[in-house]
């Protein structure tokens, strides 16, 4: 089973470079590896192609967000794609096997997401799913994406269609585990795979989170969601977002990304497909493990450069 790991990045050549050299100390003979610069305009390309020159590169003329992702998702040649953003680290062979053994027992597996840990550590960073926090060393269903920390059988992926481009960044990887599920494929967090995150806010302006993720809340609701169920995913985002965007002073960022999610919400709904009464299934009983409102709202308070769980 080959495996094509494909590695974003923008205007991050230090993180990158060091995510190679661990990729590089990797002795497995099955697997590639594909840097994708998402048009970063720096030197981190010129730096990948004299460290690595074996890697493959493709540099994009400007910065696309998550149709990166497709790009170098596209160009693999591996059944099973390991996407990886450029601050991951401790990636190496265990994985890799890992990975393969998990794809080869499931047929119908469409993704793999890791454990996310602190660099060097085995204590847990980045957690989205719908459970504790301390069930991060089990296996179970989900339908949380980690995009920069991910499995997927290739042949799925192209299936689905990809990525949705017009997303940008945030929810696209819930988008995409919709159309996964609805499907009949099955997506599994698993605690016995992990990377390190070596988190770098180079590269990202501060309002973006607070603007995406609002928006692309919206779009998610309209294009996926029952009306009934959408009511409550809509309520306790929104007004998450709001309480966020107000804490942090990005007030602005939330309006308008309320303002273009709305005008979006014509034309989405004639895309729009409800799940499938297997999806509703699953969905609920994952949802059924997701801690209280209370619980998520103590964790998050303190914290900026949040996830929406």
Sequence with gaps: MRISIVVLTYRRREAVLNLLGCLARMRDADHEVIVVDNGG????????????????????????????????IETATGDVVVTLDDD??????????????AFAARPRLGALCFKVTWPGTDRVRDWVHRRPVA???????????????????????????GYREDFFISHEGLD???????????????????????????????????YYDTRNLIWIAVLHQPVSYAAGYLLRGLGSMLVYSLRDGHLLSWLRAVRD?????????????????????????????????????????????????
Excluded: C
């Design 41 to 72: 305009g720096d030197d981190a390309a010129a730096a990948v192609r004299a460290a690595h020159p074996g890697i493959r590169l493709l540099v994009l003329p400007h910065n696309t967000g998550v149709g990166a992702r497709n790009r170098g």
């Design 88 to 101: 991951m680290v401790d990636f190496g062979d265990a994985e890799l096997v890992h990975i393969r053994a």
């Design 135 to 161: 069930d991060a060393d089990a296996t179970f269903p989900t339908y949380e994406v980690t995009e920069g920390a991910v499995a997927w059988r290739r042949s799925a992926l192209l299936e689905a269609g």
């Design 176 to 210: 995409l585990a919709y159309r996964l599920l609805d499907r009949g494929l099955e997506i599994v967090y698993d605690g016995g795979v992990r990377v390190g995150h070596d988190h770098r806010a180079s590269g990202r302006p501060g309002w973006q989170r607070y």
């Design 261 to 309: 999610g709305l005008l979006r919400v014509p034309g989405l709904a004639r895309e729009r497909r409800v799940w499938s009464a297997d999806t509703r299934a699953y969905i609920a009983a994952a949802d059924a493990y997701r801690p209280g409102f209370w619980t998520l709202a103590r964790r998050r308070w303190g914290q900026k450069g949040f996830s929406l769980e």
